[in-house]
């Protein structure tokens, strides 16, 4: 049975620092290419990173660029996005999937396995 637990939200002020966590059960990272969506009140489902379980690479949309930083602990079975430089436009209920499209460090979408999200709240 395949799980996501994401946490590690909250708020936070302007130019301050977060890191979530996503803990994944039922599969290995090795498995499937796992990452972070995020949607903000009225707007569209943006992928924000992944890594891809083929090779590796990492995808970062252009809004986080710089700021933002995956990684993953195979022994821990989590994956970390580390967001550092916040703005009030990160704020948005951020997303763990896992079964991803997340390719060439270029592209990312999908999304077969979803975990609950975890609120970011950045203020000005």
């Known amino acids: 049975d395949v799980q996501l637990q994401a946490s590690g939200g909250g708020l936070v002020q302007a130019g301050g620092s977060l890191r979530l966590s996503c803990a994944a059960s039922g599969f290995s990272l090795d498995d499937y290419s796992i990452g972070w969506f995020r949607q903000a009140p009225g707007k569209e489902r943006e992928g924000v990173s992944c890594i891809s379980s083929a090779d590796g690479r990492i995808y970062y949309a252009d809004s986080v660029k710089g700021r933002f930083t995956i990684s993953s602990d195979n022994a821990k079975n989590t994956v970390y996005l580390q967001m550092n430089s916040l703005k009030p436009e990160d704020t948005a209920v951020y997303y763990c999937?896992?079964?991803?499209?997340?390719?060439?460090?270029?592209?990312?979408?999908?999304?077969?396995?979803w975990g609950k999200g975890t609120q970011v709240t950045v203020s000005s």
């Open positions: 999937a896992a079964d991803l499209i997340c390719l060439f460090g270029t592209v990312m979408g999908g999304g077969h396995y």
